[in-house]
């Protein structure tokens, strides 16, 4: 069976590694934004956005939101996290008995950026997050391929 592509609606074939038959100017209703019926661009038109991840101490979250948000970040996700590395766990002494702690607690910090301000994040996170003791954290720096809002469709850098 041959590859089909959508064109207005109608099923259209097309050879083998071929492109759609319709432009971004000429995009069907259901791939235009709803607000400002304008076309929703795709990975390809949008700008390059880097997805943020990084694990840090708990109790420097507030601090590192409040230079983030300084800088012009407008979200990010906070999860609850449990991990090890170098700093490879501690003991504690409860009611008097020893025991050991093989994951350290930690906050992991999810964050959507345009290209021209993952620098800068990175940065901000590095200075704000450092207590200069073993067990500060780490930080990833991935390309993100799409992201979408899903109340108006905006795709690319407009859906940050």
């Known amino acids: 069976m041959g590859a089909y592509s959508l064109k207005f609606s109608a099923l259209v074939p097309e050879s083998p590694g071929s492109a759609p038959q319709h432009s971004i100017a000429q995009r069907p209703p259901w ?20 997805y943020i991840i990084a ?11 409040e230079a983030l948000t300084a800088i012009g970040v407008r979200g990010l996700m906070v999860t609850e996290i449990k991990g090890f590395g170098a700093q490879s766990g501690h003991t504690e002494i409860y009611r008097g008995a020893e025991y050991a702690v093989n994951f350290v ?10 290209d021209s301000l993952a620098d800068q994040v990175v940065e901000t996170l590095a200075r704000t997050a450092r207590t200069g003791k073993i067990g ?5 720096v991935l390309d993100l391929e799409q992201a979408t809002r899903v109340r108006t469709g905006e795709a690319g850098d407009d859906a940050l």
Do not use: C, H
């Open 136 to 140: 500060d954290g780490k930080i990833f």
């Open 105 to 114: 607690p930690k906050v992991k910090l999810e964050i959507a950026v345009p």
């Open 31 to 50: 791939l235009r934004n709803r607000r400002t019926n304008r076309p929703v661009s795709g990975p390809a038109q949008g700008a390059d956005v880097k």
């Open 55 to 65: 694990a840090i101490k708990p109790f420097k979250l507030e601090e590192v939101r």
